[in-house]
């Protein structure tokens, strides 16, 4: 599977856009990227996925670059919910398996 | 609502003795489930492919015989951690593909402290 890259831990206030990045230089061609977040002691949540294009839901949007080898999970305006472990992870479509990395701690802040 | 159901949400048990956790897919019927482990300040580590009705598949360095995982139906998996010990101590998390966009749905979690 190919691996993916991601700051440790990011801040962030209260109200304001939190922009998580991710690179993952050795996708494949039909590798999608995923987002998801990990509050406190509960299972995984699903945030968001992409291909090859931008992506947006009720809770982010995906921004992927051109060349596919990062993107950035932007949550437009964080609220002290939102803190929560993020990880981004990348799978061929053929798999129902999910490995995961280091992923990003963010903290919100009033 | 929640697609998963992970239960018990957690368990203290001593050690020498066994502990069954069990995952059921509430909206799907589930072909495969996966088992994860997480430690503290870790991220989670992909223990086994359940499969329903064969054998599961372990990811390298997982005890299959210390982590027994039964998939009797296509709701329900179970994993039972045999003879457990202080090292075992950790959050298990099972999951089950999706329909839709999500590729996987979590279950809350299992968090086991052995003493």
């Known amino acids: 599977d190919a691996k993916t890259t991601q700051p440790p831990s990011m801040d962030c206030a209260e109200g304001r856009a939190a922009n998580l990045p991710c690179n993952h230089s050795?996708?494949?061609?039909?590798?999608?990227v995923y987002w998801y977040r990990q509050i406190h002691s509960q299972g995984p949540q699903y945030i968001i996925h992409?291909?090859?294009n931008n992506e947006t839901n009720e809770m982010a949007s995906l921004i992927i670059t051109e060349d596919r080898k990062s993107s950035t999970l932007i949550l437009p305006h964080a609220t002290l919910r939102d803190t929560a472990v993020y990880y981004c992870?990348?799978?061929?479509?053929?798999?129902?398996?999910?490995?995961f990395g280091t992923g990003t701690r963010l903290q919100v802040f009033p | 609502g929640a697609v998963v159901s992970q239960h018990p949400s957690w368990v203290i048990c001593k050690s020498g003795t066994s502990v069954k956790i069990e995952c059921r897919s509430l909206?799907?019927?589930?072909?495969?489930m996966f088992w994860y482990r997480q430690f503290p300040k870790q991220s989670l580590m992909l223990m086994a492919t359940?499969?329903?009705?064969?054998?599961?598949?372990?990811e390298q360095g997982v005890e299959k015989d210390k982590f027994l995982i039964n998939h009797a139906s296509l709701t329900l998996s179970t994993l039972t951690v045999t003879s457990a010990h202080p090292e075992d101590s950790s959050f298990y998390i099972c999951?089950?593909?999706?329909?839709?966009?999500?590729?996987?749905?979590f279950g809350s979690g299992t968090q086991l402290s052995v003493l």
């Open positions: 909206d799907f019927q589930a072909t495969t």
């Open positions: 359940s499969n329903e009705g064969s054998k599961a598949t372990y």
């Open positions: 992409g291909l090859k």
């Open positions: 992870i990348v799978s061929p479509p053929y798999t129902d398996k999910l490995i």
């Open positions: 050795t996708i494949s061609g039909n590798e999608y």
């Open positions: 999951s089950v593909p999706g329909q839709g966009n999500e590729k996987l749905f």
